[in-house]
């Protein structure tokens, strides 16, 4: 466990925006009230600091001119693809120094014709894999509803990046819960 100020530098954040994105409930370690929230001041974990650094790749932190999501369907993300990938019993980015690369997000699709007078139907499938899968992912999900639907967007951030990135800067800090991940030190 860790304190906030070790958390903040573990996922390089400063403290005004993750008291700003606190306050608005939009980060995926904390649901609930501002109260719930303070009690956490000296009990973080490893996994809490990677998803808040894989939110904030997915929303382009300090690229708000680039930014493709919303802090709040960020959360959304982060939250319900790292609940699906453990209920498939895949093993979490941190727990691994992974050969191939994971990456998590989101593919908006489109059901519907605009030269029909028809409502056009958006729906969206969370993604947790393989950068190659997810084409597949995109076309499973076209030949499941028909024809008529089409992917319109896809945000995804690398969560293999993510974990890596918050486990070094750990281990930078001496956090003993870092040391325990390695499978084989790192040069």
């Given amino acids: 466990m860790m304190k906030l100020a070790a958390l903040l530098y ?6 005004h925006r993750f008291n700003t994105l606190r306050r608005r409930e939009q980060l995926p370690i904390i649901k609930g009230s501002a109260d719930d929230a303070d009690s956490r001041q000296s009990n973080y974990s490893l996994d809490d600091a990677f998803r808040l650094r894989l939110f904030l790749d997915l929303i382009g932190q300090g690229e708000t001119e680039n930014a493709s999501i919303t802090p709040t369907d960020a959360c959304n993300i982060v939250v319900n693809v790292m609940m699906m990938e453990r209920s498939k019993g895949q093993p979490h980015p941190l727990d691994m120094l992974v050969k191939e690369e994971l990456w998590a997000g989101v593919v908006v699709f489109e059901e519907g014709h605009f030269l029909d007078q028809g409502e056009i139907l958006r729906f969206s499938q969370w993604y947790g894999g393989a950068l190659p899968d997810v084409h597949k992912k995109v076309g499973q999900v076209i030949s499941h509803t028909g024809r ?5 967007r896809v945000v995804l951030a690398n969560a293999t990046r993510a974990a890596n990135f918050v486990r070094q800067k750990a281990v930078a800090l001496g956090i003993s819960e870092a040391y ?4 084989e030190w790192p040069d």
Avoid at 10 to 15: E, I, N
Wanted: with cysteine.
């Fill in 10 to 15: 573990c996922t390089d954040l400063d403290r």
């Fill in 148 to 152: 008529s639907t089409r992917a319109v």
């Fill in 180 to 183: 325990d991940l390695y499978e």
